[in-house]
């Protein structure tokens, strides 16, 4: 199984500042990686898959980065409304399919 | 627009059944692979089962092997997710979740729409 490492758990960031969220993985995964955003009560919502590929209608803000084993996903002049948790995901192999434990964005 | 809404969530006890459903609308349901994920409080998402277009694909977590059944009705759009032997660690919210590829291409096993969830509590 290949295991999914977020960090930080919690970050801390003010509107309109960069956030920077690190995923590592357990082994190689080429460019099998997503990243979701999840607020409460809504359904999570797929930003980036491919490492860098933006989903349909995300905007350009968030941008995934990395490769082989280390990612990144950033978050340009932050809006209130990114407040959110954010899971990253390989389907690189599996099942299982794997997800991190998630970084929550906070408001500092 | 694509929507899923799961059902079928509740406070069970240890060792019974719940089944829980996912209706789908806004794209073609019998093209595309469908998926659980729950993610029980506090913790991070975790997936639990897979089911390709026409059932002939079927995956589970370890965790769940043996004990969960994955169906599918694409006359009705809809799919379950049949949990037996519950346990109290499968107390989570449970997601169903649309895969980003559709037929012929094969599962991605990544999810572009996701449903609000369903909370399953399993306690005494």
Known sequence: EIVMTQSPATLSVSPGERATLSCRASQTISTNLAWYQQKPGQAPRLLIYGISIRATDIPARFSGSGSGTEFTLTIDSLQSEDFALYSCQQYNKGPPWTFGQGTKVEFK | ?124
């Not at chain 2, 994955?70 to 519950?86: E, P, V």
């Not at chain 2, 660690?89 to 997601?95: R, S, V």
């Not at chain 2, 094969?106 to 999810?111: L, M, T």
């Open chain 2, 1 to 124: 627009e694509v929507q899923l809404v799961e059902s079928g969530g509740g406070l069970v006890q240890p060792g019974r059944s719940l089944r829980l459903s996912c209706a789908t609308s806004g794209f073609t349901f019998g093209d595309y692979a469908m998926h659980w994920v729950r993610q029980a409080p506090g913790k991070g998402l975790e997936w639990v089962s897979s089911i390709n277009w026409n059932s002939a694909n079927i995956d589970y977590a370890d965790s769940v092997k043996g004990r969960f059944s994955i169906s599918r009705d694409n006359a009705k759009s809809s799919l379950h997710l049949q949990m037996n032997s519950l346990r109290t660690e499968d107390t989570a919210l449970y997601y169903c979740a649309k895969d980003f590829s559709g037929w012929p291409s094969e599962s991605f096993y990544y999810f572009d729409f996701w449903g609000q969830g369903t909370l399953v509590t399993v306690s005494s």
